[in-house]
């Protein structure tokens, strides 16, 4: 099967394809995987090459938030969210919502 590794290549390829799009206001990003691999480093690598986007708060409800490092510093890290598959009872889940800042958006 796949490594970790070669699903994240993939998935920061896809994130920056939507990222590319002038028209594009907000974009989530959501995985079922518990990596910081897949997660908290792809947002940041994408965060890194596309100019004009930001994190917004994703659930800002929901307790457990996004893990800093992996490039990630800890004040974006607390916009994403995740689920932990022992304490949330779930398979793993992990959201980031990224938006388009306002001056970079293209009318």
């Known amino acids: 099967g796949k490594s970790v590794a070669a699903y994240a290549g993939g998935q920061l390829r896809l994130l ?3 990222l590319s799009w ?3 206001r907000e974009v989530v990003y959501s ?3 518990v990596h910081c691999a897949e ?15 930001t ?3 994703a659930l800002p409800r929901w307790h457990r938030r996004g893990e800093a490092g992996a490039g990630l510093p800890a004040q974006l890290a607390l ?3 995740r689920f932990c598959p022992r304490e949330d009872l779930t398979a793993g889940f992990f959201v ?3 938006t388009r800042l306002a001056r970079s958006v293209e009318e």
Do not use: D, I, Q
């Open 96 to 98: 980031a919502c990224f």
């Open 16 to 18: 920056r394809a939507a």
């Open 79 to 81: 916009a994403c969210c």
């Open 22 to 24: 002038p028209s594009v």
């Open 31 to 33: 995985t079922c995987s």
């Open 39 to 53: 997660n908290e480093a792809v947002v940041a690598a994408a965060l890194e090459t596309a100019e004009g986007w």
């Open 55 to 57: 994190l917004r708060p």
